[in-house]
Nanobody, 123 residues
Framework: QVQLAESGGRLVQAGDSLRLTCTFSGRPSSTYHMGWFRQAPGKEREFVAAISWTGNVDHYADSVKGRFTISGGNAEKAVYLQMNGLQPEDTAVYYC????????????????WGQGTQVTVSL
């Protein structure tokens, strides 16, 4: 079983930067790719970014490419999402997720989810 805990969400202004943190614990013998998703009010949850369990391969949604950076990995037991140039359309609950490393990095089939952290971007 993997437990995930997000933190760092808050109210910011357009153009600001914010860093989200996800700490996780799991079976020592298992490895997991990690991802960030978000869900805005009235919308479906969408993929944001993913990072391999080794921390050296990443993948982004087109909407955040060039603005957001995912980092961390299994060795750190943490994954981060650095968000720069935030815009009101980035307002959402951000979720951390984990999937067994036997799945591909681009697969959106995740096995474990955190509770989410709210990010609100005002004009």
């Amino acid at each position: 079983q993997v437990q995930l805990a997000e933190s760092g969400g808050r109210l910011v202004q357009a153009g600001d930067s914010l860093r989200l943190t996800c700490t996780f614990s799991g079976r020592p013998s298992s490895t997991y790719h990690m991802g960030w998703f978000r869900q805005a009010p009235g919308k479906e949850r969408e993929f944001v970014a993913a990072i391999s369990w080794t921390g050296n391969v990443d993948h982004y949604a087109d909407s955040v490419k060039g603005r957001f950076t995912i980092s961390g990995g299994n060795a750190e037991k943490a994954v981060y999402l650095q968000m720069n140039g935030l815009q009101p359309e980035d307002t959402a609950v951000y979720y951390c997720a984990a999937k067994r490393s036997t799945k591909t990095l681009v697969s959106t089939e995740y096995d474990y989810w955190g509770q989410g952290t709210q990010v609100t971007v005002s004009l």
